[in-house]
């Protein structure tokens, strides 16, 4: 189970990279100018699955907390058919089944009131169950097969660590419920117990139960990989200086890289690093430079065991069509990359004018589908997209009375090319 969600990173947990500002301004840019035009890409049928109100009680969630500052920190994913949503601002996650029926939900006595079903239900027969958990900042979930529950959360500020180096905060841990909801424990870095976590990007599970978790630091990025026991079995680090950079010495102008996104691999000790290469642009008459190009994304396996980068594989750039008046201009963006199936096929994802495109690309490579995803941006205030193990892309929806839980079946898609 993969999320991906569009937000706000806070200054104190993450380096600002200059080459990115510039490539993310340009294609803001050139979205807005008038007469922009995209190739015609056959659209996805979008399916509403069920709703939430907003509000206090246990079916319903809480988005726009008015004493709060900064981002919405609500994240949906879906195992198995189950969908779970973290609602950082009321503190509390919440299962439900595909018709929207609450299932279970995990909750701060504190910030919500008791479920009206059950008080800390947790026996055999009950349908539903409650469990109360002191949470203070959930965002991240993960589930695993046995369907054990991990959050991540923000340690109070007392129990905060600062990075003597990096002068990086070290504030998350990765909570753990078994199957009843009984709370286990919580992982930090070394394990049950072990010192919080730098900023957490995303915590995933294997299909055998693994759990990684993936962080960001001031070099680049760092994943701990979990036995389904909660021992630590690989740290590695991942600085964007000592990544591959095969367009290094090809050529005279200066050449940069940027770790775009980590993800794990379902099956294998493998992690997928998605790089974007990018190089100065040389103006002829001065001999100065003049800008940043972008240049292409290589997707490099890293075999986590030992050590070594596989064959990259290339993965096609949006590209932005501009027509002017008198000319037409076309710009590559990169994708975002969102996640991997259990059958291998890696998923992309941009904004456009008139919704979301996904790119889906074959292991090999050799296969890419793209599909229009179309959504109407004035009528969603807030959005979080999910990548479930078999290939289906959800997605909430936070619109001005309520959120829209949808979901979209590119897993029937790939299914059908594979057997074409």
Not at 269 to 274: A, E, F, G, W
Request: some cysteine; overall charge negative.
């Amino acid at each position: 189970m993969i999320n991906f969600i569009k937000y706000f990173t806070k200054n104190h947990h993450i380096k600002i990279y200059i080459i990115q500002e510039i490539i993310v301004l340009t294609a803001v840019l050139l979205a807005l100018e008038s007469c922009s035009k995209t190739k015609v890409v056959a659209s996805l049928e979008e399916q509403n699955l069920f709703s939430l109100d907003y509000g206090s009680f246990e079916d319903q969630i809480n988005l726009f907390d008015l004493n709060g500052i900064g981002e919405i920190n609500t994240k949906i994913l879906m195992k198995n058919g189950f969908f779970y949503i973290a609602n950082g601002e009321a503190k509390k996650i919440i299962e439900t089944n595909s018709y929207g029926d609450l299932l279970s939900l995990y909750y701060n006595s504190d910030t919500n009131p008791s479920p009206s079903f059950t008080k800390d239900s947790k026996t055999a027969g009950a349908t539903r169950m409650s469990i109360a958990y002191p949470f203070n900042s959930i965002s991240s979930i993960a589930v695993d097969n046995r369907k054990y529950l991990y959050a991540v959360d923000v340690l109070p500020s007392g129990r905060q660590v600062v990075d003597s180096e990096t002068n990086q905060i070290m504030d998350q841990i990765v909570l753990r419920f078994d199957e009843k909801g009984n709370y286990i424990d919580y992982l930090g870095q070394q394990g049950p117990g072990g010192l919080p976590f730098p900023f957490v990007m995303n915590i995933y599970s294997t299909d055998s139960n693994e759990l990684v978790v993936v962080c960001r630091t001031i070099n680049g990025y760092s994943v701990y990989w979990f036995s389904a026991e909660g021992f630590l079995l690989y740290t590695i680090p991942l600085d964007e200086k000592k990544m591959p950079n095969p367009e290094k010495g090809k050529t005279d102008n200066e050449v940069w890289l940027m770790i775009d996104n980590v993800i794990p691999d379902l099956s294998s000790r493998t992690l997928y690093i998605k790089l974007d290469y990018s190089s100065s642009i040389i103006d002829e008459a001065s001999k100065m430079q003049s800008g940043v190009n972008y240049d292409e994304t290589l997707l490099y396996p890293l075999d986590v065991e030992t050590g070594k980068f596989d064959s990259p594989i290339t993965i096609p750039p949006y590209t932005l069509q501009i027509v002017n008046e008198l000319s037409t201009e076309t710009h590559d963006i990169p994708y975002d990359f969102i996640g991997v199936t259990n059958s291998g096929w890696f998923f992309f994802m941009i904004s456009t004018e008139t919704g979301y495109e996904v790119q889906m690309v074959q292991p090999n490579g050799q296969r890419i589908l793209k599909r229009a995803l179309p959504v109407d941006y004035n009528k969603n205030l807030y959005y979080s997209f999910s990548l479930s193990d078999d290939g289906i892309l959800s997605a909430l929806f936070a619109k001005e009375d309520k959120a829209q839980v949808v979901w979209w079946r590119t897993d029937s898609l790939i299914q059908a090319v594979i057997k074409n």
